[in-house]
């Protein structure tokens, strides 16, 4: 049972929740908020094996509402859309993102079911994404998806916010996107130009030679270095998902970073490229329909969420003019003596 790791081993199921919140269900969602702990551990606790994990994220938008004037956490805002010369990456609504991850579907299904009873009538569900893992970690066009995200320490390393923002020191964000792939222009071009679009080998999943990979390709794309030379990471846990009946066929891309810039980085040299117009070559036959930004929040601040934060100061409570010797006034409050007052 865990809440709030984010760095987990690769899981065989994963649902993927993005909900919006009704206004006047703020109260309901901070109680829901403080009880997910105790909702993981009853649920996991049938099937201890099944390493149930659940992570909770929280948008830009409904933050003042849960929170009142909180501070933001320093990199939280909405997902900001972006249209290239040729694709989009939309920015879609969600103010809580549920990532659920286990060994098998029915705990994750099973905990979804609970949240969603506990916010019923009170939030709605505007996307559900139910993954699986596909063979040997690859996704749905037959390539391993995830070779280079960092894992355990290092991984904590790249996702955990520090010192640059005590206040929220533990958390994370998280940005999430659903791509939808054209399975039948993919599979009409040679695995060798499908290898050059990826910057991988596909059967053995090795890395094209910096000499034959192309400037397009998603590897290249995705791989920031800095002006001093330091490559910067991001946690990936994306998972395949299809539905045979509707012809779906997709990924659900999930990045962590204490730093989400970075995400946005890679997004902008995807979409818009770099340079403008060297867009990832992927997004040819991969089309991004959703596009979300939250918050994760450290595991102290999730089971004790605070109360809303007023920046109104408190209205003085008016003073009672005492009453006069003589107007027939009580006085009841007169007779409440304050500690250690000394009776007449």
Sequence with gaps: MVTQQVVAPPARAGMFLVLTVDDGSEDVVRDL????????????????????????????DVWGRLFGELPRPRQLHPFEALEGPRHVAPAT??????????RSMDQCFELARQVATRLEGHAVVVDETHGFKYFDERDLLGFVDGTASPRGADGDAVVLIGDEDPAYAGGSYVVVQKYLHDLAAWDAISVEEQERVIGRTKLDDIELPDSVKPSNSHVVVNTIVDEEGVEHDIVRDNLPFGE????????????????????????????IGEPPGNTDRILDFSTAVTGSLFFVPSLAFLDDPPDPVDATPAPTAPVSPAPSAGSGDLGIGSLRRSPGATPS
């Design 33 to 60: 908020l403080g009880d997910l702990s105790d909702l993981v551990k009853a649920v996991s606790f049938r099937n201890t094996r099944d390493d149930l994990n659940l992570v909770v994220g929280i948008g830009a």
């Design 93 to 102: 609504p969600g103010d809580l993102l549920l990532h659920l991850r286990a």
């Design 244 to 271: 045979i009946g509707a012809g779906e066929y997709g990924t659900y891309f999930i990045g962590y970073a204490a730093d989400v810039g970075i995400i946005e980085l890679m997004l902008r040299r995807m979409f």
